[in-house]
Nanobody
């Protein structure tokens, strides 16, 4: 069984920075794609950034140049460094583990951490 525990959210002023962390239990971390999603009130959950087991990364256009995703397989932890934060980045941020094996795909979610960007 996989458990994902996020930390690092909070209240920050526009232009500020936060670093989110997500620690995973179990043995799937190093062979899985890890992603950060966010959901703002009244909006659909969207993929913010993802990093696969080989280190390939993709970002949603709105965060390119501001956010950086990274992973540490020795700690089974994925990070999201968020710089130059904007009010529109306000959302609940969720960590996701995506494991593909054969024809199957398994997704696991963390409980979410609130990020609020406001003056």
């Amino acid at each position: 069984q996989v458990q994902l525990v996020e930390s690092g959210g909070g209240l920050v002023q526009p232009g500020g920075s936060l670093r989110l962390s997500c620690a995973a239990s179990g043995s799937l971390f190093s062979i899985s794609t890890m992603g950060w999603y966010r959901q703002a009130p009244g909006k659909q959950r969207e993929l913010v950034a993802a990093i696969d087991s080989g280190g390939s990364i993709n970002y949603v256009d709105s965060v390119k140049g501001r956010f950086t995703i990274s992973r540490d397989n020795t700690k089974s932890t994925v990070y999201l460094q968020m710089n130059s934060l904007k009010p529109e980045d306000t959302a609940v941020y969720y960590c996701n583990l995506d494991w593909k094996v054969g024809s199957g795909q398994y997704k696991y979610w963390g409980q979410g951490t609130q990020v609020t960007v406001s003056s």
